[in-house]
């Protein structure tokens, strides 16, 4: 039961250019939607959020697109850096207990 | 800046073994989780906790799992008898109980290897 997928393994981009990260869902009662960047052997670090309720939420670098209909987000990185190199999870939360349902992660490879 | 810390780091066991995985979570927040991740696989929800009992689980979290909060700080995970595929990366998340933004705070993970 995939309710939260990435349907890329992979993403390789130049230093400077856009990342962009994909994430589809299938459950339209998620409120939340989250993306986490994890290292090897660490933690998932929490990165951006947005509420189901918003199309769209900015921090710095980091934007996030939510398309209700499509039930589709997406991370844009821009300019991308290569410390963005990482694995991107995205999330969803349905308010009912508070847990995350995570995709299966992209790996962002920005290279110099 | 609060963090969620977990040990032991890295534990190998035999199979067939207990083991018990510690958290302290971040000291006022009032949920706590475990998740896993299997090497190369995406991370799992196993057990939400809240009020002192589970408030929900996971199909993973089977008769072989238990977890409890022993004290006011610490979040323990038990796994009764290891199996092989019990390796894997745990972490222990918690979230405050005010506004819910969704974000939980993850610990930095304990490495399971189970032989």
């Known amino acids: 039961d995939q309710q939260v997928k990435q349907n890329s393994p992979s993403l390789s981009v130049q230093e400077g250019r856009i990342s962009i990260l994909n994430c589809d869902y299938t459950?339209?009662?998620?409120?939340?939607f989250l993306w986490y960047k994890k290292y090897p052997a660490e933690g998932p670090t929490f990165l951006i959020s947005i509420s189901s309720i918003k199309d769209k939420n900015e921090d710095g670098r980091f934007t996030v697109f939510l398309n209700k209909s499509a039930k589709h987000l997406s991370l844009h990185i821009v300019p991308s850096q290569p410390g963005d190199s990482a694995v991107y999870f995205c999330a969803a939360s349905d308010n009912q207990g508070g847990k995350l349902i995570f995709g299966q992660g992209t790996e962002l490879s920005v290279k110099p | 800046e609060p963090e969620v810390t977990q040990t032991p780091s890295h534990q190998v066991t035999q199979m067939g073994q207990e083991v018990i995985l510690r958290c302290v979570p971040i000291?006022?927040?009032?949920?706590f989780y475990w998740y896993r991740q299997i090497l190369g696989q995406k991370v799992e929800f196993l057990v939400s906790?809240?009020?002192?009992?589970?408030?929900?689980k996971s199909e993973i979290f089977d008769d072989q799992f238990s977890v409890e909060r022993p004290d006011g700080s610490n979040f323990t995970l038990k796994i009764r008898s290891t199996k092989l595929e019990d390796s894997a990366m745990y972490f222990c998340?918690?979230?405050?109980?005010?506004?819910?933004?969704?974000?939980?705070?993850f610990g930095e993970g304990s490495r399971l290897t189970v032989l």
């Open positions: 459950n339209s009662m998620f409120d939340y």
């Open positions: 000291s006022n927040h009032l949920y």
């Open positions: 998340a918690s979230r405050a109980g005010t506004v819910n933004t969704g974000e939980l705070f």
């Open positions: 906790f809240y009020n002192n009992e589970i408030s929900e």
